[in-house]
């Protein structure tokens, strides 16, 4: 389940980039498919994207989820996800962390990027 | 400490400020002193953690005491000594150990809100065991709200930039200066000199131009310079120095710094209790 490559940090338009990569994407969960397979996932740039699931879903998903898989253009396949306690995001800034998304693909050098 | 990486770097500088100045009291012992003096608290990744070299860890050559991290928690191993956290924070997994400490009892500390997949922070110093680094943490605490996570993304590439800066600073001012590489990698004593003296630019600027007194804050000097300046035998009265400071220092700051230095024998009253002159001069 554990990857140890690194993984980069994305949002909805950077997914797309990443093809072929592993990613973490956070979110906010719009729908879940009745086959428990699929995700809809509102990024933190407002770009809707699927969250294809290895196994079906057993439990009760809503809120904000980040998912650790690899990226298929606007699928992301899931190896791993983290959902969280209502008042853990209650207070969440999702503008705030898209930019820092976007800032670990623009500064050059940083510790976050995988080059 | 934790909650502001803000604070951090305030306890760096001030760290550094004090190694600078024990260093300029035994210039021999600069060797032994290096690296066991730094006090600083820098978040980085687990990815740099683990391409530190074996000497410590470094962000972009300044040393670094501890590291901050966030990540999530993979896996958790309780043994009776020890903790043991798989931390992932999506540039590496490595192993974050937390010894228990005995005296406090049956209390597991909060660790049981340290479950697996959740996010953790933790601020630990690196170890190399068995050719294994990992951290051992002296503090962990479960994130409980997800501004931790951008935080700490922003703290990293933040922590970055700044002491490559600093860094830069420093080698551009070493130029012609007798500054050798055996200082470089001291460079928290820059950093924290840097810090420091912006930090007292507001009083040393002002006491620049009449030699400033040692040891007086920069209240103080403002109120002595005014005293110092004046030329009359008779001193200058307590209403001009309210009047020259006047939204500088509060007017009751001011008769307490005139009391403070009455009584460090910087100033004396002459002809009334309210004409001050300076002792020297």
């Known amino acids: 389940m554990v990857t140890e490559e690194t993984r980069m940090r994305v949002n909805g338009s950077l997914l797309s980039q990443h093809s072929g990569r592993p990613v973490v994407i956070l979110g906010t969960v719009q729908k879940v498919d009745p086959s428990g397979m699929m995700v809809s996932l509102k990024a933190s740039d407002d770009q809707v994207i699927q969250v294809k699931l290895q196994q079906p879903v057993q439990e009760n998903i809503e809120g904000v989820m980040e998912v650790h898989g690899m990226s298929q253009g606007r699928q992301v396949l899931c190896q791993s996800y983290v959902t969280f306690p209502q008042e853990s995001y209650a207070n969440f800034d999702m503008g705030s962390y898209d930019e820092a998304v976007k800032l670990i693909h623009s500064v050059s050098g940083n510790p976050w990027k995988n080059d | 400490m934790w909650n502001s990486n803000g604070d951090g770097y305030g306890g760096q500088s001030e760290g550094g400020f004090m190694t600078g100045d024990s260093q300029f009291d035994s210039p021999a012992s600069k060797e032994q002193a290096r690296g066991r003096k730094v006090q600083n608290l820098v978040p980085m990744t687990l990815r740099s953690i683990q391409e530190c070299g074996e000497e410590g860890l470094q962000v972009a050559g300044t040393e670094v005491h501890m590291a901050v991290v966030v990540g999530l928690i993979r896996a958790v191993d309780v043994t009776s000594t020890k903790v043991t956290y798989t931390l992932d924070d999506t540039t590496a997994v490595m192993d974050v150990v937390q010894w228990i400490e005995s005296d406090n009892g049956p209390e597991d500390g909060g660790r049981s809100n340290l479950m697996e997949m959740t996010y953790c922070r933790a601020a630990g110093t690196m170890r190399t065991h068995q050719g294994k680094r990992h951290l051992m943490a002296f503090q962990i605490t479960p994130v409980t709200d997800l501004n931790v996570i951008t935080n700490h993304v922003l703290s990293v590439i933040h922590a970055g930039l700044k002491l490559q800066q600093i860094q830069t600073l420093q080698q551009s001012s070493g130029i012609g200066g007798p500054a050798t590489s055996s200082t470089m990698p001291n460079s928290l004593v820059g950093a924290g000199g840097l810090g420091g003296s912006m930090g007292l ?81």
């Open chain 2, 201 to 281: 630019g507001g009083g040393s600027g002002y006491s620049g131009g009449g030699g400033g007194m040692q040891g007086l804050s920069g209240q103080q000097n403002m109120v002595y310079q005014v005293i110092h300046q004046c030329p009359d035998e008779a001193g200058v009265s307590r209403n001009a120095i309210h009047g020259n400071l006047t939204g500088k220092i509060s007017q009751k700051q001011i008769d307490e710094v005139l009391d403070f230095l009455s009584s460090e024998g910087h100033i004396y009253t002459t002809i009334d209790d309210d004409h001050f002159k300076s002792t020297d001069g």
